[in-house]
């Protein structure tokens, strides 16, 4: 028996990132229906999925509402997602972690609502988020990976972009130089950062009002946080007419004054540091869907040339 039901369109499409996606994809049904079967569960709903993993709301068999999460194993920055989750324990505003098996890359977590900080004001999300920091960034434990062992790697690649990308090319240098600096510098690394808090990563809960989910768990710094801040409600963000305003309102930025997150975020987070990991991952971000069209052997379509324009802009906002 496999699942109840299809493995959703929009996780199905990662096939063509390579083989490695394809295989997991194909294994999926029964690799997620195996991990019910042993824990007992019930399914309780149809699936929700993220980029690399798919959720479903199941119930245990003392009748707990709960979700089941597969992620993909190829995943490396979700690699210690239970480590994390079961460091914090519930603490810090996050997702509580019940159950989990690192062999299939099976969690099941207490469940969540639907509802996601998208649906407030963005400065109170902001704020939110800036209390989060503070409650998440605990020194970190001595299985994490590094972000700089991440960013090592990733800032390498970037020497091989071919000069008639569709990046700036003083970006790219940019980035490279600034990414090379953190990896060299040892505040890069010390606390348990997410990697990946934005506003449809919290969820409205019953233990708390909100709670953060989807960790990508790393040794890092606390100013690599805020960038996908940034590149989240960006519709909202252009229909203020002026995205390098808004942007930089929602950072601490090199002017000097204190942007959104700023205001009660840790005052270890200098604006100048902030700002130039949004520079080094924005342009990381770009160079991601460039290599993925090169990996399907395909041109860029319109959604890519899309975010790497976003991405661009984001980058330039923070400094210009």
Known sequence: MTLPYDVPPGLLEQAELGPDWADWLDRLPALFHSVIADWALAYDGP????????VAPVRT??????????????DEESLHEAVALQHWNGRGTVVKLLRADPHRRALLLERLHVRDLSAIDDLAACELVAEFYR????????????????????????????????????????????????????????VIVHGDLHYENV??????????IDPKAMSGDPHYEPAPMLWNRWDELVATGNVREAVRRALPHAGGRRGRLGRRALDAIRSERARDWV???MVLNANWSIEDAQRAERALDADERDWITRCIAIAKAVQD
């Open 135 to 190: 409650r998440l960034h605990v020194p970190a434990l001595p299985q994490l990976r590094t972000v700089t062992s991440y960013v090592e790697r990733w800032v390498d690649a970037l020497t091989t972009l071919p000069r008639n990308a569709p990046i700036p090319r003083r970006l790219v240098e940019q980035a490279t130089s600034l990414g090379r600096e953190f990896v060299a510098d040892p505040a890069s690394v010390g």
């Open 279 to 281: 520079v080094v991952r």
């Open 47 to 54: 699936p929700r999925h993220g980029y690399c993993s798919l």
């Open 203 to 212: 969820l409205a809960g019953d233990r708390e009002p909100w709670l953060v």
């Open 61 to 74: 068999p003392a009748g707990l509402p709960s979700m089941l999460k597969v992620t993909f194993d190829g």
